[in-house]
């Protein structure tokens, strides 16, 4: 009687998991999640920084750590033949940008990026090295160009009556710090600084879209451009929508028919299972009954 208990105990337990892998399977697949080749998607979703993946005030920020973790995923993951960079950020940091880019060129699978509302500056850095780049319509993208800023309030403090006493090792070390304004050779340093970082940037724009460096610099200085008017100028290849660059991204990884998609969040396949898979049990389990909760033909 006792062996008996046992191996019902056991079934129960076997068919409880395979319940809540299936109610896990169902869920996915109506997010997006298919089974059989697909396109992977990335999202590179606002300020590109090497810090936190939330900002100050809760705004996302896309780190390199965060975005290269996924492209490995997408490499690693056989059923993946393509990935979709989902492009919408205002661009960031240089070395952040620098990162996430040099990643993409090391990808073995084709990779096409998706600029959304808007992908500028350090963002379009991004999107270059891609095999592939569509805009949206109504995407403002471009801004190709770096910028410094010092805010200086040395006046304010002399106006409310705040007195810095500064000391330090090395003549140029507080040209940063607000307290004063900057001399000439200062400000001739730091723009030479960002002029160096803006033929760096230029540099790799024109090799990763195939242009010279001088036409590159022509329709750079910072402009910003419609999808339709990139497109003209050679900065993007395509303006479709999202489904158009998982279709091309599809087409280049060699999937017959509409690409399936995967979206990768920061969450492990365990964590997803644990949560999705007991949020959404009741109505995964009556789906694989054929219960549904909406009429359906």
Known sequence: ?????????????????????????????????????????????????????TGVFGEEVATPASIISK??????????????????????????????ANRI??????TVAWMSEIATSGAYYVASPCDYIVADRGTITGSIG???VFPEYSGLLQKIGVNMTVIKAGEYKDFSTGY?????????????????????????????????????KEVAEGRVYSGPKAKELGLVDEVGTRRDAVRIAGELGGIEGEPKTVTYTEKSFLEEFMGMAFYHFGAGFARGLGINEAPMY
Not at 26 to 53: H, R, W
Not at 85 to 98: D, K, Q, R
Not at 105 to 110: D, G, I, R, W
């Open 1 to 53: 009687m006792r062996n008996i208990l046992i191996i019902a105990a056991a079934v129960l337990v076997v068919l409880l998991g395979i319940s809540l892998l299936g109610a896990y399977v169902v869920t996915k697949q109506a997010d997006g999640f298919e089974l059989g080749d697909k396109v992977a998607v990335i999202k590179i979703y606002g300020t590109i920084s090497m810090g936190d993946s």
């Open 71 to 100: 492209i490995d995923k997408a490499e690693r993951d056989g059923s993946v033949k393509a990935i979709v960079f989902e492009i919408n950020s205002p661009g960031g940091s240089v070395v952040a940008s620098e990162e996430i």
């Open 105 to 110: 060129k090391e990808t073995q699978k084709p």
């Open 146 to 148: 770096v910028i410094s």
């Open 180 to 216: 004063r304004p900057m001399t000439e050779e200062e400000q001739r340093m730091m723009e030479e600084v960002i002029l160096e970082i803006y033929d760096m940037f230029t540099e790799e724009v024109a090799a990763n879209r195939n242009l010279s460096v001088e036409y590159v």
